[in-house]
């Protein structure tokens, strides 16, 4: 299984972006698919996650501005980030997590900049 990410870029605060991810290979059902970032010196932190079942849960720091898709028929997953801070500046990376057999799998991380 391979993931892969895009959609970074440099984008003024109170713009938007939007990231995808693209899923190569086979992931059982059930599954998580997420998106963590890691900011300059700051620990990796969960953004949202999705489930199989469309479940979904956002961190509170992007909840109302970020929204978190997934087409298992194209095997991709989209975040759409709309009035973008500068705080949201980090390195993204989608990550995957396969309930039935408990592989994990990331992406290679974009980079999101948000200038003031």
């Known amino acids: 299984v391979q993931l892969q990410a895009s959609g970074g870029g440099l984008v003024q605060a109170g713009g938007s972006l939007k990231l995808s991810c693209a899923v190569s290979?086979?992931?059982?059902?059930?599954?998580?698919m997420a998106w963590y970032r890691q900011a300059p010196g700051k620990q990796r932190e969960l953004v949202v996650r999705?489930?199989?079942?469309?479940?979904?849960t956002y961190g509170d720091s992007v909840e109302g501005r970020f929204t978190i898709s997934r087409d298992t028929t194209k095997r991709t997953m989209d975040l759409q980030m709309n009035s973008l801070k500068p705080e949201d500046t980090a390195v993204y990376y989608c990550?995957?997590?396969?309930?039935?057999?408990?592989?994990?799998?990331w992406g290679q991380g974009t980079l999101v900049t948000v200038s003031s």
């Open positions: 999705i489930l199989s079942d469309g479940r979904t």
């Open positions: 990550a995957a997590h396969d309930l039935k057999n408990q592989n994990r799998y």
């Open positions: 290979g086979n992931i059982n059902v059930p599954n998580v």
